[in-house]
């Protein structure tokens, strides 16, 4: 005989269980069928001379080939636009003109035109704050000055053919040179809302021949004010995740009697604290990984001296980005990076004693210190091999 209180138990259980079932189904409120949906992967917000918003939406175009055979299907897509006052208004236009209802629920990239990134994408982000399909892993990217929004969308990749599709496989691959960092919405978000007030998007443009996503924008208050570019974002990678992979330094120096030359590849890693003085005195240690890649002249040996001197170059290197970095958003008296936010964080008395937004971050002292050790040369053998015999 089982127990009451057992029974009572499985009575509980499977109610709960049914419960769930029940809102998960009247969840879905929206049971459209594929067909009567246009979905939507990228879309792009742009400025017109007369001041009005453009939106571009990016949707794929699944053509049948005459045959019965349901999977044997030609890929394509195509753009549509709308303007008007305001962006939903855009979209609205857009949403009249498609025999279908825009779905959103597959959307990888929002492309933002520079001019309008400038003037202040508020009300884009509010938008997107609203609107619940949206989902926050979307990424954002700003489309340079060299194209507007709409052809830059319009434009194909010879490797990927959908544009919003380059740009999630562009960021989603597990290894490639550091020239610039992904920025989801729900990063931009998170990071506006820290002390700082600042963010970084992505920068892109393209060509006849192929998408570009390098250098990185820096906003504040919701408007670009600033770039960051070459090394420079690959710095601000390293202090803002306090790691950065695959960043390459190529160097020239007068080396013996001749000028030597080489490329290394790096990895870095920091650690940072800092002292309770005013101003703050903040110490970074960097440390690095290198990989050799190339070296010349080739009689050049990558020997134990060689390597000693390549490193205190790449060392110095190094050394003179970060400073250049930290002293161009101090100028602007911009941080980034959320050095502040963390001293707010941990102890955030000592933290309104410095002033941070006004002259805080602009008085800091930083102290950098750069430790690289060159572990692969890329030579068939070990440093300073010698041949022996014939």
């Known amino acids: 005989m089982i127990p009451k209180y057992y029974i009572l138990k499985i009575h509980n259980i499977l109610y709960i269980m049914l419960l769930m079932c029940f809102l998960f189904l009247v969840g879905c409120n ?153 920025s989801r919405l ?11 007030g600042a963010a970084m998007i992505p920068l892109a443009y393209s060509d006849e021949e192929s998408i570009y996503i390098e250098d990185l924008g820096i906003f504040k208050d919701q408007k670009l004010i600033t770039e960051l570019v070459n090394h420079e974002a690959g710095i601000s990678t390293l202090l803002k995740d306090e790691n950065v992979e695959h960043m390459n330094y190529s160097l020239s120096f007068p080396h013996d009697d001749h000028e030597l030359r080489t490329s290394v590849r790096v990895n870095l890693k920091m650690d940072y604290k800092y002292d309770k003085s005013n101003p703050v005195e903040i110490s970074m240690d960097i440390q690095g990984k290198g990989e050799l890649i190339f070296l010349y002249p080739e009689k050049e040996r990558a020997s134990h001296d060689t390597v000693n001197v390549i490193t205190k170059h790449l060392e110095k290197a190094i050394t003179k980005d970060i400073e250049h970095t930290i002293k161009k958003m101090k100028k602007l008296n911009i941080e980034p990076w959320l050095l502040g936010h963390r001293m707010w964080a941990f102890d955030h008395n000592y933290f309104d004693t410095l002033d941070w937004d006004k002259s805080g971050w602009r008085n800091s002292i930083i102290d950098i210190n750069v430790n690289i050790e060159i572990e692969q040369t890329g030579q068939r053998g070990m440093l300073d091999k010698r041949k022996i015999g014939k």
């Open 30 to 182: 929206d049971t459209r069928e594929i067909d009567q949906r246009t979905i939507v992967i990228g879309m792009g917000i742009d400025k017109t001379d007369d001041d009005l918003y453009e939106v571009t939406l990016q949707v794929p175009i699944l053509i049948g080939s005459g045959t019965h055979d349901a999977n044997d299907v030609n890929n394509d897509f195509n753009t549509i636009s709308g303007k008007g006052e305001y962006v939903w208004e855009a979209i609205s236009n857009i949403e009249a003109k498609t025999p279908t209802v825009l779905f959103f629920g597959h959307l990888k990239a929002i492309t933002i035109g520079e001019t309008l990134a400038r003037e202040g994408i508020d009300q884009i982000i509010d938008l997107l704050d609203r609107r619940a399909p949206l989902a926050n892993e979307v990424f954002l990217l700003i489309v340079r000055h060299k194209n507007n929004v709409k052809d830059f969308l319009d434009n194909e990749s010879p490797l990927v053919t959908l544009p919003a599709l380059y740009i999630d496989r562009y960021f989603s691959a597990d290894q490639k040179i550091s020239r610039t960092r992904e």
């Open 186 to 196: 729900y990063q931009y978000r998170r990071d506006t809302n820290m002390i700082s």
